[in-house]
C-alpha cells in the first residue's frame, strides 16, 4: 500500500464475532503494513482476550483496554493513538470483503473516500445511486454531497469512509462523548466541514451486520432524537457555506414527515393515556407544528390524511389519539 491506514475498532462484549471482523483486515493483501487499533472499552466476556492473542501473534496490532466509556470514547481513543496517515473505524460485528483495501487508494485522492456497503451480507450496495460520478470538488457540494447529507441517513456512518488524520487532528474533530444517538453523524458530518474535495466508491467494500432485534428504535426516544437531530442540522447548514435557506428547509421537512410518523405510532401502540400525553409534547413544539402548517395541502391522497391534518392543525390531541387507535383496530379488522 502506497500509504499507511489505522483501522480503529471498538470492541465490547463482541467475542463471538470480533475474530471475523479482525481477520478480515488480516486477509487483506498488505495487511502486514495495516495499523489496527482495538480498542477494549471494558469488555466483560472473552473480547478483552481475543484482542491480547491477536496482538501477540500481530506486530501491526495495538490493544488498548480502558474502562467502558461507550463507543464514542472508544474511537476517540484510537484516534489519539493513531500514527498512520488515514483513519478507517471498523465495528467489531462487522467485516470488510476481500480485496477492499487495494480499491481505496485507486484513481485521484480526496480528503474524503466514502465507499458502498452492504447490509448482512446481501452483496447490494445501499449508497450505489446516490452519487453520479466518482470525485467531487468543494465547489460542486451544494448540488451533489451536501444533498445527500440531508436526504440519506444511510449516509450517516462514518464505518464506510476513510478520513484523513492531519484533518481530524488539526481541527480536534471527535466523537462526542454521552451521544449516544447520530455521533456517527455528527463526527461526519464536522469533519466535512474542513474538507475540499470527495470521493464515491461505488463497490461494497463493507458488510455492516444489522441485529434485527435491536433494529427497530425506541418509540420513546423516536420523535426526540428526530428533533435533536434537526436543531443540529439547521444549526449545522446555518453555519456552512452553502445553500443554506434550501438544505435548512429539507431538514425542516424531513423532521416533520418523520415525527408525524412518530405520531402515529405513539397512537396505535402506547395506552391511550401515554398516547395522549406524547402526542400533546409533540403539537406543543413550536418547531414541529409551525413547520407542519408550512405545508398548505389542497388535495389529500387519502380521507386519513385530511382528518390527521385538520386534527394537527386545531390541536386536537385526545381525538388524535382516538383516531389512530381506531385505525390501528380498522386495519385488524379488515386483514
Known sequence: M?????????????????????????SQPGSSEIEIILVDDGSTDGSA????????ENNNIK???????????ARNTGIKAAASD???????????????????????????VCFDYCVNGDGNGVLDKKFEKSLYQKSEFDDTLYRVMVFDTSFYSSCNKMFKRSIVVENGVEFPPGVKYGEDMIFVYTYIRYI??????RDCLYCYMLDQSTAISSLNKSYEHCYEQFLWLRDYFGTLECDSDFLIGECEGLFVFRTILALEQAGEELRLFDS????????????????????????????????????????????????????????????
Do not use: W
Open 196 to 201: 475540499s474535495s470527495f470521493k464515491f466508491i
Open 49 to 56: 482476550a481475543i484482542c491480547d492473542r491477536y496482538a501477540a
Open 63 to 73: 490493544v488498548i483496554h480502558q474502562a467502558n466509556g461507550g463507543v464514542s470514547a
Open 86 to 112: 488515514y483513519l478507517l473505524f471498523l465495528d467489531s460485528d462487522d467485516y470488510y470483503e476481500p480485496g477492499a483495501f487495494e480499491k481505496l487508494f485507486e484513481g485521484e485522492a480526496a480528503d474524503l
Open 2 to 26: 502506497d500509504n499507511s491506514v489505522s483501522i480503529i475498532v471498538p470492541v465490547y462484549n463482541s467475542e463471538k464475532l470480533l475474530s471475523r471482523s479482525i481477520d478480515s483486515v488480516l
Open 276 to 335: 395522549i400525553k406524547y402526542i400533546k409534547s409533540i403539537l406543543n413544539n413550536d418547531d414541529f407544528f409551525n413547520g407542519y402548517k408550512k405545508y398548505n395541502y389542497t388535495e389529500f391522497r387519502t380521507k386519513h390524511d385530511e382528518i390527521m391534518y385538520g386534527l394537527i392543525n386545531k390541536k386536537r390531541t385526545v381525538l388524535l389519539a382516538l383516531f389512530f387507535k381506531f385505525n390501528k383496530l380498522r386495519s385488524k379488522l379488515l386483514r
